[in-house]
């Protein structure tokens, strides 16, 4: 079974930085693309950034400049480094990772972890 854990959520400063990594295990072929998503509360999820297994890399308007997203193939794994962060960026983050499988590809989903932007 493929499964995701996300870590380094956490309590930060408005300017501070954080980095967020998120672990792929299991049988698979491949991982197409990863990606993370955000919720804030009583807002909807949206995209913050992905990248593809070829290293194209694709932000959302409000952390462009601010965000990095990278992975280690090696290590089946996806960072999200947040720099500049402000209060708006508080919401539980969510990686998902889009997995080969023999026949198709699949989305699958971390459980989150908690980004708190506050002075």
């Known amino acids: 079974q493929v499964q995701l854990v996300e870590s380094g959520g956490g309590l930060v400063q408005p300017g501070g930085s954080l980095r967020l990594s998120c672990a792929v295990s299991?049988?698979?072929?491949?991982?197409?693309?990863m990606g993370w998503y955000r919720q804030a509360p009583e807002k909807e999820r949206e995209l913050v950034a992905t990248?593809?297994?070829?290293?194209?890399?694709n932000y959302a308007d409000s952390v462009k400049g601010r965000f990095a997203i990278s992975k280690d193939n090696a290590k089946n794994t996806v960072y999200l480094q947040m720099n500049s962060l402000k209060p708006e960026d508080t919401a539980v983050y969510y990686c998902?990772?889009?997995?080969?499988?023999?026949?198709?590809?699949?989305?699958?989903w971390g459980k989150g972890t908690l980004v708190t932007v506050s002075s």
């Open positions: 299991g049988s698979f072929l491949r991982i197409n693309a």
């Open positions: 990248i593809t297994s070829g290293g194209s890399t």
């Open positions: 998902v990772a889009d997995i080969q499988g023999e026949l198709y590809h699949v989305h699958f």
